[in-house]
């Protein structure tokens, strides 16, 4: 039991203020009805249909702690939960709740908390959470006029619990409407002395209904009844002839009847009898002829002659005095005759029509056409007679007037009524009605004999001579008036003869207790002694125990609901109130905790059980306690990941009603059915759409780091339509671009910067030409072939067999054209500088290029390609022109090698460094000291103030510096990139392949070259040195693959480079 019941007035006649107060909470309470100890505030869902709401304090004292969560994980407490933090319309969730409108004015995600809530039933609004809404229902007024309303809960839900009021006189109240006010017109005893009054419907709008009765059983309905009323005193029925009225009771009237002296037989009820009747004087003979009847009276009828001035007669009808059956008006007026035939011998057979209805006609005499109803003399004698419509179709209309203008409509009128008839003052009283008109009554006068001083109107007059005479204690008493004086009135004394005495009245000489039904529902009531003197004594007897009784006061029936054990095996009984007025007021309380009052709980509950869900979807209830309720989930067959609490699920009936499209997108789901699931379309307003995902309607390339290590990214169009237009630029040289896709190989600081407008356009690669002496010059490289221009877009798009493909031509000074793709050897090479041509092979570019091939002694024009850089290769200065001829056979120089992979596109570098690709090798340099980097790894950018190669740029271009003891001076060591060379406390002084001169062993640690190759080289062998260079890379570079043919006879194509660079050492 969670409440507990407290009725401060147990008196019978204080009803409806028992109080409920929560166990729980002492302040929750409610008069005349349960109070609500539960307040669950996510009953109005504040949460919104994409959040799970739970109410950790359900005590209705206990407000704004419900708690809102998202799918996500994200929570909320006293408010819907922001579920993402980009653009944020609070009413998405529907925080407000059913009957509540919702408008958030600021949308972006910072804004929280100030959408409005507006109620839509009721007054109310709010900002930030659910309005508290008021309907208060007596605003529209719904008891009327003279009611008082009152609305107990004005919360919006709560309807039909307004209270109207009658005011006083009235009495009366209804819950939920307008009350009944009752008013019994009986209080005010209008009828009068001797007569009952009974009010049947105690209604204000029903008024004077009230009948009052006479003993004699008359009846009067809104006035005192007329007892007596003798209908023959104004003789209604004329002269020659006898009234007799049968009942006199004023209930009873037109009952009298008239009876003709002259014939016993001839009467009429209600008027005169008609008692002769001459036919003759509604002139039935027509013009010109006699008529006579021989026996006026009404049983002898049509017995009239009609006799023409020719002596034609004829007997109860018009005679036909010549041809012309109409000449003699047989019709009357307001009649037109006709005959259809005049022949003597064709009578009879003329035709009367009325002239106020022509459907009206009759053969051979007058048509019906009127009904004058005053010719029978309805009225009675001394009343005038009216028919104002002398016509069939309106009959009982005639009105009877009498003299002093009382009329009746259909009847005789009756003139006068004299009410000193029936005697109303009684003895010694004389009785005088000044008016007897029947329309005036009330008005007789009542004197008394002895004073005539004393008199009364409408009634007896108080003359006192006993007091005893009128008999005013009734029947069966005994009255008494000691003293019978006008100066001692109402001493009377009245006597029952059981003790029982009343002075000035009547004595109320027995009382039965139980007419106020003082036992209560329920309970019978007996009255052993009626006597007025014997009070108190009534019994009350319970209907279910006739044992259980009390007397002058209710019976207790309900000693213990409990002790018959309603609530069954497993559950507990208690019986709050053991009272008759409060039965089935017992509460079962299951071992869970589940409670029921005035039945059996149900302790478990399968919500399940019902198949709430639907088809298509499986239910599922958590807890079964009885007392856990809209706590089964719905889940869909088709998509378990669709759940639902306390209702089906949304199984994809419109998979637009969840809004996955987002902010600014429109939605469709063609077809909305279970079958159909995951197609819906979303629609950007630039016409970007997408099926079964919300649409990417902007798409920054950038955002996907395409460019690589040491690069830049920008989009100029991030509408999703134009895409491939990204463009890649190197962060240490603006110049070197790229439009989708990364640039690669960026330069290191202080390269050129001639390809900075972007001249070579999309699928190209722009770099500076290392053969021009002017700064301004590029060159445009196809991506994936050897294919360049010089300072101007390439012809990228050649056909398969094009031999440029090959780079047959030098691609750092020359450019590559075949005329002819389907003929082989006609490429022409074209020197970028000088305008030397060759066809078929490379061609000769410059004098430093023909002076090194001499001295080379190789013979092969094809192999040489290159500027003057080639003859000092031990110059510290040789490493700026090493572009063209560099000695490191893992250069990224521009040769006919194919492309290698971006190595930085992993990011081996991570943050706070800037990854650079070398093609066959990548460097990280910290970005915070330029001069601390390290080939293929992570550089270590966290060294102390000690540290030498933090300070400057000791070891020089493509070298790293490290610093193992940073207490000592010098000695860091410095280790080249391109080959194994290190020095210790100074920069290498030449890093390129086979200058190892700072290293005194036959072959260094990190694998140089072998002193014997460089003197093989030296002695001019140019094939051994072929054989040899071939062995060392099978022995460094393990090209297990390459046999020695391969190898040399491969050399003058694909590995120029490196026998340029032997031929440079053997020179």
Known sequence: MDQTCNDPNVAANSLHDFECICNADMMVKMVDGPATCVDDECATSPCGMTQTCTDLNTSPMSTGDFECECGNGVKATGMPAVCNMGTNDECMTMPCGTGQSCLDPDTTAMSLLDFVCSCVTGVGNNVGSPAACVDDECASSPCGSGQTCVDADTSVGSTGDFTCTCTSPKTGSAMGSAAVCALDECSAAPCGAGQTCDDPVKLPSSLLDYTCSCSNGAMAVGAPASCDVDECLPSPCGTGQTCSDPNTASNSLHDFECVCDNDMTLRAVDGPATCSKDECASMPCGMGQTCNDPSPTPSSLLDYTCTCGNGVVATGAAAVCDGDECANSPCGSGQTCSDPNTASNSLHDFVCTCDNDNSLTRVDGPATCDKDECASMPCGMGQTCNDPKKEFGSLHDFTCTCGNGVMTTGASAVCETDECAAMPCGTGQTCNDPNMATNSLHDFECVCDKDASLKAVDGPATCDKDECVSMPCGAGQTCTDPVQSLQSLTDFVCDCGNGVTAIGGAAVCEVDECLASPCGLGQSCSDPNIAANKLHDFVCTCPNDASLTAIDGPATCDKDECKYNPCGAGQTCQDPTLTLQSTHDFVCTCSNGVTATGAPASCEKDECEDEPCGKQQTCNDPNKAANVLHDFVCTCDNFPQLTAVDGPATCDKNECAGNPCGMDQQCNDPVQTLESLHDFTCTCANGVSAVNVAATCELNECDADPCGDGET?????????????????????????????????????????????????????????????????????????????????????????????????????????????????????????????????????????????????????????????????????????????????????TGSSPPTPNSCKSKPCGDEQTCSDYGEYFVCTCDDNENLRKKDGRAECSVGKDNECARSNLCGEKQSCEDKDEGGEENFVCSCWESDMKSTGSAVDNCRLGAGNNSDDDEDDDGGIPWWVWLLVALGATLLTCAMYAGYRKHKMNDDDLTLNEFCESVPQNHGNEMRNLETVQV
């Open 713 to 893: 990214c920008s989009d100029p169009d991030t509408s999703f339509v134009v895409q491939h237009n990204f463009v890649c630029r190197c962060k240490s040289d603006l110049t070197k671009t790229k439009v989708d896709g990364p640039v690669g190989n960026c330069p290191m600081p202080g390269e050129t910067r001639q390809c900075a407008a972007m001249p070579c356009g999309p699928g190209q690669t722009c770099s500076a030409s290392s053969d021009s002496s002017s700064s301004s010059d590029f060159v445009c490289s196809c991506d994936g072939s050897a294919i360049t221009k010089l300072n101007g877009p390439a012809n990228c798009a050649v056909p398969d067999g094009d031999e440029c493909l090959l780079a047959p031509c030098d691609v750092g000074s020359q450019d590559c054209m075949d005329p002819n793709p389907s003929q082989s050897g006609d490429f022409v090479c074209t020197c970028r500088y000088g305008g030397n041509t060759e066809t078929g092979a490379s061609a000769d570019c410059g004098s430093a290029s023909s002076d090194s091939r001499s001295n080379s002694g190789s013979g092969s024009d094809s192999a040489v390609s290159g500027s003057d850089s080639n003859t000092n290769s031990n110059s510290k200065d040789s490493e700026s022109d090493s572009n063209s001829n560099s000695n490191s056979m893992d250069s990224d120089s």
